[in-house]
């Protein structure tokens, strides 16, 4: 066994060991039958084996889970995000799309403009204001004459509404005159028809006395 | 590869990869924040991990090289050298060292980091020598030399101490 050993330790200084042949001196020297010409040896193998319990410390193992670290980070991302994308997407796309609409959509609408006179395409502003002002001159004529006639109307109904009344004094004092007459006249309200009446005169009497 | 993926085949070589970089840094914080920031990278690019045939060989390497990088941005590397011979440790610094693995440790630590990280990713992480001529990015031949050559200057420093 002594001899196996030596010749293994020979092996391993000249680094030509296996690694079941150091895993072997590893175990020999961690044991308690280390021969006393091999003690010198013990601490180099047994350091070895020490320093296998060097370790991270869990705690800074932190990227255990990568998923959650992501979480994590999205988390707070996702709450700053919302606090800044107010303040860095909205308003800046707001400012943008005002500045697109001056800049791009206005001068194409007023360069595409145009009026269709009498199926015509017209983009002369000049033309096309001084043919709406004569059209609007037309119009204005055609309005006040109207107007006039309108007039006339009005003036009529009230010629119609003044022969009305007038027609209704008329009947008041025909009734007053049949309430003063000496002789009862039985009238006829519904048609009044006056051709019942009797004829006031000598004439017609003398025919009723016949 | 999925976060389940990730997580069984390569978070799970966290203390392999913090025990190389604090090999090559020297330091606990900086070494944890070395395997913490190539974890990230490696998620960033974890749907081009499939196409990676060895996947732990590959991120020891990228451990080493990005460890590499660090002390060439932070001017920190004034042994990583292979001329650079093992300094001897003053009556204070001996004093401290107590305990076994202490003084194992301080010995490696002493070594040029070619050395020094050939004999740990063969004697604590058990890697095969071809693997370790990946992650070195050397031939084979130059790692069994690089290993022999620590083991015999380890085995220098620890025996004198022992007797």
Known sequence: MTNYINSLLDKYFEGETTIP????????FSSDEVKSEHEKYRPLFCGFIDETKAHMNPEKISFTNPKENKKEKNNKSNKQGKALSKRFIIYPAVAAAVILFFVLILPKESENSY?????????????VEQYTHAKLKKVNVLLSGSLNSLENITKARRGVEMGIEAVGSIRETIDIIYENLPIKIIRNEENNDLSSLPHIGGSNSKRTNA | MDSITFNNQILILSNKLFRLAKSILKNDDDAQDAVQELNKRLWEKNKQLDKIENIPAFIMRSMRNMCLDILKYEKRNTDLTNDIEYTEHSPYTQAE???MYQQISNIIDRLPETQRNVIRLRDVEEMEIEEIAYIMQMTESAVYTNLSRARLKVREQLIPRMQ
């Not at chain 1, 015509?120 to 000049?126: A, L």
């Open chain 1, 21 to 28: 042949e150091e895993r072997l001196l590893k175990d020999y």
């Open chain 2, 97 to 99: 060292q107590k305990d």
């Open chain 1, 115 to 127: 009026v269709k006179i009498h199926g015509k395409k017209i983009k002369n502003t000049e033309y």
